[in-house]
C-alpha cells in the first residue's frame, strides 16, 4: 500500500501525559500537512512542511503542541501535557507541489486521541 | 460566520436517487475546490478536485463550481448504499485546505 500511514490508529491517555504520533506520507510528496478533526466536524488545518521546512502554522496549535519533519519524510506530531480538550482525530496528509497550482492532498487513517 | 459553510444534513434518499451536495463560501481568495468523502472514522478519500468554474465529470460524481456566486455543488447520480458516508467539501488559496462541516448521506436499499 503505497498511501499515507499513521500510527498509532488509536491513543488512549490520561489528562497531563504527552503523545506522539507518527506520519508517513506518500513517498514521493514533498508538502505534509496535520489536520484535527471533532466529531461531527470538517477537519481543521493545523501545520504544512514543504520537505523538512514547517512553513505555516494555524493559531490552534498551541504551544503544547510541537511538529517535526526530519529529513523530509515521515513527521511527527507531539502534544504535551494533555488534555481532555485535545480528545479528537489527527489526520496527516501529503501532496506534490504543482508549480503554484493547488495541491491534491491525500489523507491517510488518522489517529483518534482520547484524553481522560 | 464560517468561511465554509455546508448543510450537516443528515439527507436520506433512496437508492437510485441523484444527490445534490452544496457548499458555499466567503472567501474570494480559494481557486482549488475539492470534495472528499469519508466513512465513519476513517481518513477523508479525495473524490473530486477542480480549478475553474463549470462542471467536472468522474463516473457518477459530477462537481460544479460557480465562482461568481460563490457556490460549488457535488451530484451523485444512480446512488448507491455504498455511498452512504459523510462528504466534505474543500477549499485551498494556495497552501492549506479549509473544510465545510459536512453532509452525511444516507442511502437506503
Known amino acids: 500500500d503505497t498511501g499515507v500511514s499513521q500510527d498509532p490508529r488509536h491513543k488512549i491517555t490520561k489528562r497531563g501525559q504527552n503523545v506522539t504520533f507518527r506520519c508517513d506520507p506518500i513517498s514521493e510528496h514533498n508538502r505534509l500537512y496535520w489536520y484535527r478533526q471533532t466529531l461531527g466536524q470538517g477537519p481543521e488545518f493545523l501545520t504544512y512542511f514543504q520537505n523538512e521546512a514547517q512553513l505555516e502554522k494555524s493559531r490552534l496549535l498551541s504551544d503544547r503542541f510541537s511538529a517535526e519533519r526530519p529529513k523530509g519524510s515521515f513527521s511527527t506530531l507531539e502534544i504535551q501535557r494533555t488534555e481532555q480538550g485535545d480528545s479528537a482525530m489527527y489526520l496527516c496528509a501529503s501532496s506534490q507541489t504543482s508549480g503554484g497550482k493547488g495541491d491534491e492532498q491525500f489523507f491517510g487513517p488518522g489517529t483518534r486521541l482520547t484524553v481522560l | 460566520q464560517k468561511e465554509v459553510e455546508q448543510d450537516p444534513g443528515p439527507l436520506s434518499v433512496p437508492e437510485g436517487a441523484i444527490v445534490s451536495l452544496n457548499c458555499t463560501y466567503s472567501?474570494?481568495?480559494?481557486?482549488?475546490f475539492m470534495w472528499y468523502r469519508q466513512y465513519s472514522r476513517k481518513g477523508p478519500e479525495l473524490l473530486m478536485y477542480t480549478y475553474s468554474s463549470g462542471n467536472k465529470e468522474d463516473g457518477r460524481f459530477t462537481a460544479q463550481v460557480d465562482k461568481s456566486s460563490k457556490y460549488i455543488s457535488l451530484f451523485i447520480r444512480d446512488s448507491q448504499p455504498s455511498d452512504s458516508a459523510t462528504y466534505l467539501c474543500a477549499m485551498d488559496a494556495g497552501n492549506m485546505l479549509t473544510f465545510g462541516g459536512g453532509t452525511r448521506l444516507m442511502v437506503k436499499p
Open positions: 472567501n474570494s481568495a480559494f481557486q482549488y
